[in-house]
């Protein structure tokens, strides 16, 4: 009898294990993570691309800047300090514009270990007369965030200076502008942002419009704003009067994303005609999983619900990673969904949004 049971143990047990076994666990093992993590930075790092203050590496310094807090290579926080003195530390020239604040995140991140004024110094100076100067409005720029990708750009790093500095003025009105562009922008049907008022304002064009008939919501421009709401509320005081409506719209946004992930676990330039394009994007996926990943780590989001949808995301995107180590398949530069991509195609923020989802993903 005993014999019999160890013959049993002995072969019906191991098969048990190995039908369990998923070849993509390797995707989740933190060593691995570390190690494609690195390699996409270090590739991005010696194929540089646009002005060192430009938002596009305002988005691939935030990622390095997670990279670095996860992997501890000591050669991203040599490329942050780089970058910042050969900026000088200064934000982007454009006074009121959101993209010339997104690298001033990772100054603060970097001021954060070093401890050095200089590196605060000139943002705390355009902020200044940011807030003393009225915003000049024409056209479709009505307020002064008109596009939904500002709202990565600015806040995060808005609301990291009140933090440091410990004055709320900088987070107040991060908070004002950011409650303009939501109530342009943020359609409460779809809880999604349009990109800007050319998607919002009614009419016969058939460019607002996708070939199946929906409205045009692109994915990058809502990973931006999911993955700024994730950098947000990472700084963001529990106790702030207006956090429940972030995290409520956190939420909203989370809980849809998820409803038109594809079976790839990637999401579609143009979400909500998957059809017209069928490849998955590294940048809105990037960030997408990001923030759901960011979500689940913190409370905000249901574990039970949103892993799966973070597991197929991750191995969906170590699937865009290509043999030297560059994130395809992100979509270039645009203000709609359509641009044509392939494994080539690379963007700076690609490799940002990648970065900041690993260094989440491996959390969990």
């Given at each position: 009898?005993?014999?019999?049971?160890?013959?049993?143990?002995?072969?019906?047990i191991?098969?048990?294990?190995?039908?369990?076994?998923?070849?993509?666990?390797?995707?989740?093992?933190?060593?691995e993570?570390?190690?494609?993590?690195?390699?996409?930075?270090?590739?991005q790092?010696?194929?540089?691309?646009?002005?060192?203050?430009?938002?596009?590496?305002?988005?691939?310094?935030?990622?390095?800047?997670?990279?670095?807090?996860?992997?501890?290579?000591?050669?991203?926080?040599?490329?942050?300090?780089?970058?910042?003195?050969a900026?000088?530390?200064?934000?982007?020239?454009?006074?009121?514009?959101?993209?010339?604040?997104?690298?001033?995140?990772?100054?603060?991140?970097?001021?954060?270990?070093?401890?050095?004024?200089?590196?605060i110094?000139?943002?705390?100076?355009?902020?200044?007369?940011?807030?003393?100067?009225?915003?000049?409005?024409g056209?479709?720029?009505?307020?002064?965030?008109?596009?939904?990708?500002?709202?990565f750009?600015?806040?995060?790093?808005?609301?990291?200076?009140?933090?440091?500095?410990?004055?709320?003025?900088?987070?107040?009105?991060?908070?004002?502008?950011?409650?303009?562009?939501y109530?342009?922008?943020y359609?409460?049907?779809?809880?999604?942002?349009?990109?800007?008022?050319?998607y919002?304002?009614?009419?016969?064009?058939?460019?607002?419009?996708?070939?199946?008939?929906?409205?045009?919501?692109?994915?990058?421009?809502?990973?931006?704003?999911?993955g700024?709401?994730?950098?947000?509320?990472?700084?963001?005081?529990?106790?702030?009067?207006?956090?429940?409506?972030?995290?409520?719209?956190?939420?909203?946004?989370?809980?849809?994303?998820?409803?038109?992930?594809?079976?790839?676990?990637?999401?579609?330039?143009?979400?909500?005609?998957?059809?017209s394009?069928?490849?998955?994007?590294?940048?809105?996926?990037?960030?997408?999983?990001?923030?759901?990943?960011?979500?689940?780590?913190?409370?905000?989001?249901?574990?039970?619900?949103?892993?799966?949808?973070?597991?197929?995301?991750?191995?969906?995107?170590?699937?865009?990673?290509?043999?030297?180590?560059?994130?395809?398949?992100?979509q270039?530069?645009?203000?709609d969904?359509?641009?044509?991509?392939?494994?080539?195609?690379?963007?700076?923020?690609?490799?940002?949004?990648?970065?900041?989802?690993?260094?989440?993903?491996?959390?969990?």
């Open positions: 009898m005993y014999r019999s049971a160890y013959l049993f143990l002995l072969l019906f191991p098969g048990i294990l190995l039908q369990a076994k998923d070849p993509a666990d390797k995707v989740f093992k933190p060593k993570i570390k190690k494609v993590m690195t390699r996409a930075a270090l590739w790092l010696e194929n540089p691309k646009h002005a060192l203050h430009d938002w596009t590496n305002g988005a691939f310094y935030a990622g390095i800047s997670a990279a670095y807090r996860t992997t501890r290579d000591k050669a991203l926080l040599d490329a942050m300090i780089s970058m910042g003195e900026n000088q530390w200064k934000p982007g020239p454009r006074l009121h514009h959101a993209d010339d604040h997104a690298i001033c995140q990772t100054y603060i991140d970097v001021y954060r270990l070093k401890k050095d004024p200089k590196m110094n000139p943002f705390i100076e355009q902020m200044e007369k940011f807030l003393a100067t009225p915003y000049q409005t056209g479709i720029r009505v307020i002064t965030w008109w596009w939904c990708d500002a709202l750009m600015a806040p995060p790093a808005m609301v990291k200076l009140s933090m440091i500095t410990g004055d709320q003025k900088y987070m107040e009105k991060s908070n004002e502008l950011y409650r303009e562009c109530n342009l922008l359609n409460k049907e779809e809880h999604l942002f349009a990109r800007d008022l050319n919002v304002i009614k009419g016969d064009s058939l460019d607002r419009y996708e070939a199946n008939g929906r409205k045009i919501f692109w994915s990058r421009g809502n990973g931006w704003v999911m700024g709401l994730a950098l947000l509320l990472s700084e963001l005081p529990k106790d702030y009067p207006d956090r429940p409506f972030y995290e409520n719209l956190f939420r909203e946004m989370a809980g849809k994303i998820v409803s038109i992930q594809q079976a790839d676990g990637l999401w579609r330039a143009s979400l909500l005609d998957p059809d394009y069928p490849g998955g994007e590294a940048s809105g996926s990037g960030f997408f999983t990001f923030a759901l990943a960011w979500g689940i780590n913190n409370g905000i989001l249901d574990r039970e619900k949103y892993l799966p949808a973070v597991r197929k995301a991750w191995i969906g995107l170590n699937g865009l990673i290509q043999p030297d180590g560059h994130v395809g398949w992100c270039p530069i645009g203000a969904p359509r641009k044509n991509f392939s494994a080539e195609s690379w963007e700076v923020y690609g490799t940002g949004a990648f970065l900041l989802a690993g260094s989440e993903v491996i959390k969990l």
